[in-house]
C-alpha cells in the first residue's frame, strides 16, 4: 500500500478530528492510570513516589508518543489500526506489570515498554518513506529508543537500587531526546519547527487524556466512600474532593484546552510549541489530578484525626503539580503568565506549615478552596475580556 495512503487529509480545513480506534486505544491507558494510583495508595514512602513518579513518566511517553503518530497517521486505514491494536495488546502487558514493575515482573514491563516505543516508531518511518524528513525522523527516533532499550532491559534484568537506576538513565535518554531533536551522529537533528504537526488534533488528544485522569480519582472517591459508613464526616470529605475534582476540570476545559487548540494551530511553528505545551508539561497536570486521588482516598477513610506527612504531601502537593503544570502551559502557549494559578500555587504553598495542625478533612477543603478560587479568578477575568 503507498505510504500516503496512511496519512491523515489535512486539505478540507479544519483540526483532525479525533477517531473511535483513538478513543478505544486509550482505554489501555485508563487502567494504566488506575494501576499507578493504587500502586501509589498501597507504597506511600518516597521511594514509593519516586518508582511511582518513574512508571508514570514511562506511561506518559508510551501514550504521548503515540498521540503523535496518529497526528500524522490515519487511524482509519487498516495497517495503521492493525499497529494501534497491537501497541493495546502490549500496553495491556505493560499496564498488567505495574504492580510488580520493581519486582518479579519488571524485565516484562521493560520488554513490553520497549516493544511499544520501537516497534511504534518504525513501523511510522515505514509507513512514512515517501515523506523522506518525517521518515528520517522516525529513524531517529527508532535509534534513541533502541539506546534506551538496553538501559530498560538491563534494568528488568537488575534487581533494587540497580533497576532503579539503569531505568532512571533510560528514562532521561528517552525524555531528553525530543529537546535535542533526535540527533543521531552523521545524521543531524530534526528542527522541532519543521514537525508538521496539526495542533487541535494534538491539544483534543492531550485533553482526554485529562479526563482519563480525572476519572480515576471520581472512581477513587466514589469507591471509597461506597465501603465506608456514611458519617458526616465521610460525606463531608467526599464532597470536598469530588468539588476539588470539578475545580480541576473547571480550570482545565472552561479556560484552557479549546483556546490552546485555536493558539496552536495558528503559529508559525507549532512542532516547537506542541512539543514543549503536550510533550514534556502537560504531564505536570496529569501527576497532579492522580497525586489528588491517591489524597482524596486516605481522607475520605480518614477525614478527622492527625493529618500525617503523606497524606498532607498529596493533599497540598496533587493542586500544586497541576496548577503548576496549568501556569507553564500558558506560557508555553500564550506567551504570558496566569496571575490566578501563581496565586493559587503561592497559597498552596502557605498550606504546607498550617497542615501539622488541622485534620485531612479541614486541609482538604483548604486546598479544594484554593482550586475554587482559580476558577473564579479566571472566570471573571474571561468573562471581562469576552465582553470587550
Not at 155 to 172: D, F, H, M, V
Not at 248 to 276: C, L, N, Q
Request: charged share 15%; proline share 4%; net charge neutral.
Amino acid at each position: 500500500m503507498p505510504s500516503r495512503h496512511m496519512l491523515r487529509d489535512r486539505t478540507s480545513g479544519g483540526h483532525a478530528r479525533v477517531t473511535y480506534v483513538e478513543l478505544f486505544f486509550d482505554l489501555i491507558f485508563v487502567f494504566a492510570v488506575t494501576q499507578l494510583s493504587h500502586g501509589l495508595i498501597e507504597h506511600p514512602t518516597l521511594l514509593g513516589v519516586i518508582e511511582t513518579g518513574m512508571l508514570l513518566m514511562a506511561v506518559w511517553w508510551a501514550w504521548i508518543f503515540t498521540a503523535w503518530v496518529t497526528n500524522w497517521l490515519d487511524p482509519e486505514r487498516a495497517p495503521v489500526r492493525i499497529m494501534l491494536f497491537a501497541v493495546m495488546v502490549v500496553g495491556m502487558v505493560m499496564a498488567m506489570s505495574i504492580p510488580k514493575a520493581f519486582g518479579e515482573r519488571g524485565l516484562i514491563f521493560a520488554v513490553a515498554f520497549v516493544t511499544i516505543q520501537l516497534g511504534r516508531s518504525l513501523f511510522t518511518a515505514w509507513a512514512m518513506r515517501d515523506h523522506p524528513f518525517q521518515s528520517r525522523n522516525f529513524i531517529r527516533i527508532s535509534l534513541w529508543f533502541a539506546a534506551s532499550g538496553l538501559l530498560w532491559i538491563a534494568g528488568g534484568l537488575a534487581e533494587g537500587p540497580l533497576r532503579l537506576a539503569l531505568w532512571g538513565g533510560a528514562i532521561a535518554v528517552e525524555y531528553v531526546s525530543p529537546a535535542m531533536g533526535f540527533w543521531i551522529p552523521g545524521v543531524g537533528r530534526a528542527k522541532a519547527e519543521e514537525w508538521d504537526v496539526e495542533g487541535g488534533h494534538l491539544a483534543e488528544r492531550c485533553a482526554l487524556f485529562t479526563i482519563i485522569a480525572l476519572g480515576e480519582s471520581i472512581l477513587v472517591m466514589g469507591a471509597t466512600t461506597a465501603t465506608l459508613a456514611w458519617t458526616p464526616s465521610v460525606i463531608a470529605a467526599f464532597l470536598a474532593s469530588f468539588a476539588g475534582s470539578l475545580a480541576m476540570w473547571w480550570i482545565y476545559f472552561s479556560f484552557t484546552a479549546e483556546a490552546a487548540s485555536e493558539a496552536i494551530s495558528h503559529v508559525k511553528d507549532p512542532g516547537r510549541v506542541a512539543r514543549t505545551a503536550y510533550t514534556y508539561i502537560h504531564l505536570l497536570p496529569i501527576a497532579g489530578i492522580i497525586v489528588t486521588a491517591v489524597a482524596d482516598e486516605w481522607t475520605i477513610h480518614h477525614p478527622l484525626g492527625h493529618t500525617d506527612v503523606k497524606t498532607a504531601a498529596a493533599l497540598i502537593g496533587g493542586p500544586f503539580l497541576f496548577l503548576l503544570g496549568g501556569a507553564l502551559f500558558k506560557r508555553a502557549v500564550f506567551r504570558l503568565w496566569a496571575p490566578a494559578q501563581v496565586v493559587g500555587l503561592l497559597a498552596l504553598g502557605a498550606l504546607i506549615p498550617v497542615s501539622a495542625f488541622v485534620g485531612p478533612l479541614v486541609l482538604s477543603i483548604a486546598t479544594t478552596v484554593v482550586l475554587l478560587g482559580v476558577c473564579v479568578r479566571e472566570h471573571l477575568v474571561h468573562g471581562a475580556t469576552a465582553r470587550r
